[in-house]
């Protein structure tokens, strides 16, 4: 059977349209056009748009990311009036194809705990979960005026020295200095490291979040704070994988759970 679409990377001047499809695929997190940009076609990235052959509607679209031999299926969506004809299986293949011709070694993705429907998809290729990922929203009310520690940017040098102790990818750090408008920052207590995190100040965000110890939690989002310039923007977002201890600090503090997710990930060569 003739396929009835065909794909390409997605430009500047296709914002209009794809914010379009979007807000009807992700109404509560669609990209805004600044995510959007900074996240087109580089060395070490892929987002790509399916297009239907006749009509020219977009259908869906795909986007990933490689930090070494790790493959990012940052997020893969159908247009509402294109879902259950098979797009999304198509999407999802044509990403790990990709992923295999730069030889990832291994493979993950976010998923709503709730999506059902996405998380049979994902197991049917091989996926498994591997852990929870938790966004958290900060109200401003919850900011501290007198915080402990500080917040410093982090240099290019130390990248191998804070993936050691934070458990983390440099080349996915590395990648973090690219992306415009976002701060790579450490938080120190005392001269010491306790706390990572990439801040997105136009989202506002901190993504991921990651914190030695879950006490200084309220202190480390409220100098996060300090670097947002549009004061009207609301809540604070901070996104995380696992850190159990995090969680119940920021329950007990009655900081509101926006979702959870899980994560999930596959080897590139399945047995």
Not at 219 to 244: H, M, P
């Amino acid at each position: 059977m003739e396929e009835d679409y065909y794909l390409r990377d997605l430009t500047q001047t296709d914002w209009e349209k794809f914010h379009t499809m979007d807000k009807l695929i992700f109404p509560d997190d669609h990209y805004t056009k600044e995510s959007f940009s900074s996240s087109l076609p580089g060395l070490n990235s892929l987002f790509v748009v399916m297009i239907h052959k006749e009509t020219k509607d977009f259908i869906g679209y795909y986007r990933i990311g490689i930090y070494g031999n790790l493959g990012h299926i940052t997020r893969i969506g159908v247009h509402p009036d294109f879902r259950r004809r098979g797009y999304g299986s198509i999407l999802f293949e044509k990403s790990i194809y990709y992923l295999e011709k730069k030889a990832c070694q291994k493979y993950y993705l976010y998923v709503l705990e709730n999506n059902t429907p996405a998380i049979d998809l994902y197991k049917k290729y091989g996926f498994t979960t591997e852990t929870k990922s938790y966004q958290y929203l900060v109200p401003k009310k919850h900011l501290l005026e007198k915080v402990r520690g500080r917040c410093r940017h982090v240099e290019w040098g130390e990248i191998q020295m804070i993936s050691l102790r934070f458990s983390l990818n440099p080349f996915q750090i590395q990648q973090y200095f690219t992306r415009e408008n976002q701060h790579v920052l450490i938080y120190e207590v005392m001269g010491q490291q306790k706390g990572f995190c990439r801040f997105s100040p136009g989202f506002p965000g901190a993504m991921p979040f990651i914190l030695k110890d879950p006490s200084y939690a309220i202190d480390f989002v409220s100098i996060l704070n300090g670097f947002i310039t549009d004061k009207k923007l609301g809540d604070i977002k901070i996104t995380f994988d696992g850190q159990e201890n995090l969680v119940q600090k920021l329950n007990e503090e009655k900081i509101p759970l926006n979702y959870e997710l899980l994560r999930m990930t596959r080897p590139s060569k399945l047995e």
